[in-house]
């Protein structure tokens, strides 16, 4: 008995189950830390003019990160393949170096509202509404505060308001675009490509699931069709059979007929000889 072997895979369920454990208990904290610091993203821009604000919600983002980055630690350490933890969480591990890069505020957003969801348990159909619907809201909302953070101080820009903002990411993300609200800086105009590609990803996804959504329902009803249709014949051949032994059972108790019991009608009795 290989005792190595066997003390190896009991320490490597026993940091399975740590690192579960650990997963379940800061699922909910993480959340609320996530709501926390879009809050704290969305009033910085919203509310410009106010110093003290702006710099309360920017204590609020980076204690949310180092928690986020405790909770990446607390992880990494509970995993027993802790490089097979590394490279099977990428959008983890590139949530906690995102805050050392100023100019991706708006990656730094997403990647969390994104790390939140990845932590999420649900259903596979239910995991993929949650991303798809998630994705969209957060991409469009954090796009057009994105936008109008880098916007509004142009001196020849035209997305001054939150409403400007909020229509041009609908137009944007959707490929529409009708020209009336354009960014004009370089940070702008990157955010509108992020949201142009992020589009049709999305809408390459919802078309893709809608498809396979009815061809799993086509393909269900053909082999319900095939399960009906061999039940079917299964029955044919079974009635068939039951026939056969039906008709040989009369067969063996029908008496049999007069003829064949006098000999066909050409009756012949044994009569002794007379004596001479």
Do not use: C
């Not at 800061?26 to 959340?31: D, K, R, S, Y």
């Not at 983002?61 to 097979?84: I, K, N, P, T």
């Amino acid at each position: 008995m290989d005792i190595v072997g066997i003390d190896t895979e009991r320490l490597e369920e026993a940091g399975e189950i740590r690192l579960a454990r650990w997963e379940r208990h800061t699922q909910g904290p993480l959340l609320a830390l996530a709501v926390l610091f879009t809050a704290a993203y969305a009033v910085s821009i919203l509310m410009p003019g106010h110093h003290r604000v702006h710099h309360v919600a920017t204590w609020v983002e980076w204690v949310v990160w180092a928690a986020f980055g405790a909770d990446y630690v607390g992880r990494l350490s509970l995993a027993e393949h802790r490089w097979r933890f590394v490279r099977g969480n990428p959008l983890a591990l590139i949530t906690v170096l995102l805050p050392i890069m100023q100019p991706l505020r708006l990656l730094r957003v997403v990647s969390a509202v994104l790390l939140v969801g990845q932590r999420v348990r649900l259903a596979d159909q239910v995991r993929l509404t949650t991303y798809v619907v998630g994705s969209v809201f957060t991409l469009l909302v954090f796009g057009a505060l994105g936008v109008l953070e880098a916007e509004r101080g142009s001196p020849n820009g035209n997305i001054r308001t939150l409403d400007d903002a909020m229509w041009w990411a609908f137009t944007t993300m959707t490929t529409v675009g009708y020209g009336d609200h354009a960014p004009t800086t370089g940070r702008g105009r990157l955010i509108a490509v992020g949201l142009m590609l992020s589009g049709i990803a999305l809408l390459g996804v919802v078309t893709a699931n809608i498809a396979a959504w009815f061809i799993a329902r086509f393909q269900e009803e053909e082999a319900e069709g095939r399960r009906g249709q061999q039940v079917l014949e299964e029955l044919v051949t079974e009635v068939r059979a039951l026939r056969g032994e039906v008709a040989a059972l009369k067969a063996a108790q029908a008496p049999a007929p007069a003829a064949a019991r006098h000999g066909g009608g050409n009756v012949t009795t044994d009569v002794p000889a007379p004596e001479v």
